[in-house]
């Protein structure tokens, strides 16, 4: 079954904290974004002195070229899951290893030109591979949906991958999504700019859940 996962992405502290906050009082798996500006066009706030409460798993994906550069922040932050992209220009390996020594789980994220061939022996080492089907730093984006494609080739490098999706999840499409095999289903202007964040939030889960075209 999928799972739905609030997606926070912004620069602004305030708002970062206020999202926080209201995500956690109806799930306890959130992904935070962070973006220092050298992989994608924008800035998100940034991992140095980032906190979150107690409880919650935070998936953390971190727009950057050289994600070596941040990994004190990150072992400080003790997220349950790191996604770094395949097109990052750094030693992803190592830093793979070194976060797994630290019981933190390991993801790769693939931009839409980046065929799971490619990056074929990294996604051997990961626990999750995310289809990254929308516009990086940015929320709000359009899905494209011949991502979909890249689910049974990603299952083939390695069946026991966790499959995630960022871009674009609303309710127009996240039953498609769990269909085609989406394991974990990033929802973050869906949810953020909703007049209540909980009632769309559970109204993705009940869409993802249903079994097939009329019910």
Known sequence: MAVVVPTITTDNQE????????????????????????????TTVPLRGMTVPEGLNIDLHLMSARPSEHLPEILSLKPSLCILHAEADDDLASVFQQLRAAGIKTGVALIKTTFPGRVKDLLMQADHAMIFAGDLGRQGGTADMMQIEKIPLLKTVKSSLEIGWDGGVNLSNIRALAHAGVEVLNAGSAIANAGSPNEMYQALVAESEKKGVLI
């Not at 956690?24 to 924008?42: H, L, M, N, Y």
């Open 15 to 42: 708002l970062f904290t206020r999202n926080l906050s209201t995500f956690s009082q109806f799930t306890k798996r959130i992904q935070i974004d962070v973006s220092d500006g050298s992989f994608a066009p924008t």
